[in-house]
T-cell receptor, first 113, second 116 residues
Framework: GDSVTQTEGPVTLSEGTSLTVNCSYETKQYPTLFWYVQYPGEGPQLLFKVPKANEKGSNRGFEATYNKEATSFHLQKASVQESDSAVYYCALSETSNTNKVVFGTGTRLQVLP | GPKVLQIPSHQIIDMGQMVTLNCDPVSNHLYFYWYKQILGQQMEFLVNFYNGKVMEKSKLFKDQFSVERPDGSYFTLKIQPTALEDSAVYFC??????????????FGAGTRLSVL
């Protein structure tokens, strides 16, 4: 079945430094790719999604490019803030009749002031 | 944005008893999901539900689990009987579905289930 693999956390950065969270996926189809963010005590919420290969998604300074050849969707941000501390999930939506969404293991990011 | 409400936020129950977790999904959404997250671990798919039927379920969705949404009310996850390993946070999500490639899930804040 489909799967998503991402950088194992925790990742600890100082405020103002750059972030990359790697995400690779396996699927036989053409999924939509997502990044979700989960803050403590809350459910995951959509950061952004990209439905088409070779396109880029972005939100709040985060961005990722849907790389179909490399089957990757790495999350990047040039300058992180303390408020970015959260767990980040890469996910894909299978293009099947079941509308199932598969999540990666999550990467915990801690940004120090 | 759209809100999914989960009731209760925390449930403590003795092993072997029945528990029902309630989810009030986003109105006009058609697809409903349950995910399980053990503390500090990844979120794992349990089941999704559409038009009154289970669409797909994972190996974690044991025979003791069941889901339903009677007459457009709460989408519920029932566990009967509960086991110690069922202790986790259960997240409900809903989506409008439609074009399969745009399946954004909206999550509730989770119900923490503690089985003693």
């Amino acid at each position: 079945g489909d799967s998503v693999t991402q950088t194992e956390g925790p990742v600890t950065l100082s405020e103002g430094t750059s972030l990359t969270v790697n995400c690779s996926y396996e699927t036989k189809q053409y999924p939509t790719l997502f990044w979700y963010v989960q803050y403590p005590g809350e459910g995951p919420q959509l950061l952004f999604k990209v439905p088409k290969a070779n396109e880029k998604g972005s939100n709040r300074g985060f961005e990722a490019t849907y790389n179909k050849e490399a089957t990757s969707f790495h999350l990047q941000k040039a300058s992180v803030q303390e408020s970015d501390s959260a767990v980040y999930y890469c996910a894909l939506s299978e293009t099947s009749n079941t509308n199932k969404v598969v999540f990666g293991t999550g990467t915990r990011l801690q940004v120090l002031p | 944005g759209p809100k999914v409400l989960q009731i209760p936020s925390h449930q403590i129950i003795d092993m072997g008893q029945m528990v029902t977790l309630n989810c009030d999904p986003v109105s006009n959404h058609l697809y409903f999901y349950w995910y399980k997250q053990i503390l500090g671990q990844q979120m794992e798919f349990l089941v999704n539900f559409y038009n009154g039927k289970v669409m797909e379920k994972s190996k974690l969705f044991k025979d003791q689990f069941s889901v339903e949404r009677p007459d457009g009310s709460y989408f519920t996850l029932k566990i009967q009987p509960t086991a110690l390993e069922d202790s986790a946070v259960y997240f409900c999500a809903s989506s409008s579905g439609g074009a399969h490639s745009q399946n954004t899930l909206y999550f509730g804040a989770g119900t923490r289930l503690s089985v003693l």
